[in-house]
């Protein structure tokens, strides 16, 4: 029998939409810098973007910059620098992502890309009208500390949906923790971007695809 939720609630990046090249995030990391006339080389950009460290009182010493108004252009040229590679094509949707509106469900996006990517995303895509409530991390240090595996913002979703008989699709660690966190059950995507990724939490179901994930809950795509 196909297990029966009220809802689900997708993440974004490596669910719906191809990750992120990690060169982009470096480049909006330095050029960020430059803005506030510190020099970073790319070895450093990188690391930052990989550790994903929000800027705190021993950043503001190292730098001499105010991590409040760091991060908020940090997170503007990040995101424009992502809007640039979805209008490309170089940052696209995948292919079963047409399963989403094929569920019955109650549907919600829960990402820890900034919120206008999200925004941008479902508009461009013409993808919108397919969820109901849909949260990126908001664009300030605070904002940032809510990612997941903080529950925060899926907690916020299934407010909105009304309902905690729901779950949460993603392609992390990250997010089977924090669907455990908010008290529902977790699938995890393994695309191929993951295939080798050992996880120390354990998912409720594992699939390859957003196809798979359709049958597991009891839906034919044609």
Partial sequence: M????D????????????PTDRGRLARAVSDTFAEFDVTVDEARAREMVAAGAVPDGDFEREYGIDPARFWERREAIASEYQRQAIRSGEKALYDD??????????TGLVSNNQHATI?????????GRHFETAYGRVPTIEGARRRKPDPSYIEAALDDLGTRSALYVGDSEKDVVAAQRAGIDSAFLRRDHRADLDLSATPTYEVADLYELADRLG????
Avoid: Q, W
């Fill in 2 to 5: 196909a297990p029966a939720y």
């Fill in 7 to 18: 809802a689900v609630v997708f993440d974004n990046d490596g669910v719906l939409i191809e």
């Fill in 97 to 106: 992502s047409d399963a989403v509106t094929a569920l019955p469900h109650r």
């Fill in 119 to 127: 925004e941008f995303i479902l508009d461009h895509h013409d993808l």
């Fill in 219 to 222: 839906v034919r795509i044609e």
